[in-house]
């Protein structure tokens, strides 16, 4: 029998295209290494791995060494998608103050890059997560960023499915999740994402359908990702939806 509060706690969110590294070579790095690219290894580890005070942590702690971190949009923007992730963890106003917090530096990001759609959608994943219909313009305008910036923007649009997923209106969710995967058909996310969204609405002949592709994508995944916390819960998923009899 599959654990359907599992199935609908994982989902495929876009962070950024981040190398593949361990915590223990992040104290090994030289000095002269860019800063952007330790920031990515920091939230890659943090994210896979549910380690979100630890990610901010270090995040605050290279913030305090180099205080030009402080006018840098892409630092800003991952600083809040870890208070924003830690926010889940906690209720009631301890969660709310994170997630107010991670708004103020989504905002700071935003008014130094009007045009980077992790900061618009940032602002729009803590609505979603409030389960608000005020999620809906930052998530539609991250998708009209991403096209801009010509990015990959599947996941994008799966947010607006998100969105409506949460509020009740899974017409309009599926729709979105659909078109989120036919945007980014080669992206194991979106499949990942269509999978849980069928699962939590009981259709399991379609979520068994889009198993099949989830698992060819996802077990060419780097073993980096696999082996994550997140990856092992994913292989759980798996592993219990083909055990689902329709």
């Known amino acids: 029998m599959y654990k359907e509060s599992l199935v609908r706690n994982i989902y495929y969110q876009r962070l950024v295209d981040l190398p593949k590294i361990s915590i223990k070579s992040i104290n090994m790095e030289k000095s002269k290494e860019d800063k952007s690219k330790k920031i990515e290894k920091i ?30 949009y ?46 618009v959608w940032g602002i729009g994943r803590v609505w979603w997560h409030r389960k608000s219909k005020r999620a809906l313009p930052y998530a539609k305008k991250a998708i009209k960023l991403a096209k801009q910036n010509k990015v990959q923007y599947g996941i994008y649009v799966q947010n607006v499915g998100f969105i409506y997923e949460s509020i009740g209106d899974y017409k309009s969710a599926e729709k979105w999740l659909l078109k989120g995967m036919d945007a980014e058909p080669n992206n194991w996310g979106c499949y990942l994402n269509l999978v849980g969204f069928y699962n939590t609405t009981k259709q399991f002949e379609k979520s068994k359908y889009y198993l099949k592709k989830l698992e060819v994508l996802f077990n060419k ?26």
């Open 221 to 246: 995944a780097d073993n980096k990702v696999k082996n994550s916390s997140w990856g092992k819960r994913i292989k759980q998923l798996i592993k219990e939806i083909k055990t689902i009899k329709v």
């Open 43 to 72: 939230v890659r580890i943090a994210a896979n791995n549910y380690r979100y005070k630890w990610g901010i942590q270090q995040l605050e702690k290279l913030g305090r060494k180099n205080r030009e971190m402080t006018r840098n």
């Open 74 to 119: 892409f630092f800003l923007c991952h600083l809040g998608l870890l208070y924003d992730h830690l926010a889940l963890k906690k209720k009631g106003q301890e969660r709310k103050k994170l997630e107010d917090k991670a708004i103020k530096f989504y905002q700071k990001a935003i008014k130094i890059n009007p045009k980077f759609p992790g900061a």
